[in-house]
């Protein structure tokens, strides 16, 4: 059944990229929420390696300062929670649990080029289910690159060896600090029908 237009609008036609929060915290569970719901997007293989690090404390934030561009330090740490999208390098060990089906594991193991691919690529589509699940339970969102990724690799994943790919702000959103909605590209533009 496709989804009404209500829930169209709050997934995509009426959601924007927030830039300034309102000061109302973001729960746990609503956290745990959002992760149930994201988890279930597809990936490649069910190889799921995305990781992500919710920053809900100041002391947090301050440890994720020192990475942020210029533009984007204000929103983030007025942000309620920023989330750290990364990937875990060696994804393919949870693939006998994940991907049961066949020795998943042994198609990455040993293949640096092909396990760095496919982890990026589909930890990045986990970030854009993140989006998408966030919108789902009422939050706002910004996400961002912007940022110095070696310095939040230094910081965050020092001992677990997990490579940051872009953050996602997360909150209620101030509607004040909305730009006007920006054009996109018309179906003839960006689409091939053969």
Known sequence: MPLDQTARAELFTDARTHNQWKPEPVSDETLRELYDLLKMGPTSA????????FLRTAEAKERLKPALSAGNLDKTMAAPVTVIVAYDPQF??????????ADARAWFAGNDALATETAFRNATLQGAYLIMAARAVGLDTGAMSGFDKAKVDEAFFASSGWKSNFLVNLGHGDATGLFPRSPRLAFDEACILL
């Open 46 to 53: 069910n190889t799921s390696p995305a990781r992500f690090v």
């Open 92 to 101: 393919f060990e949870q693939l006998p649990k994940l991907f049961p089906h």
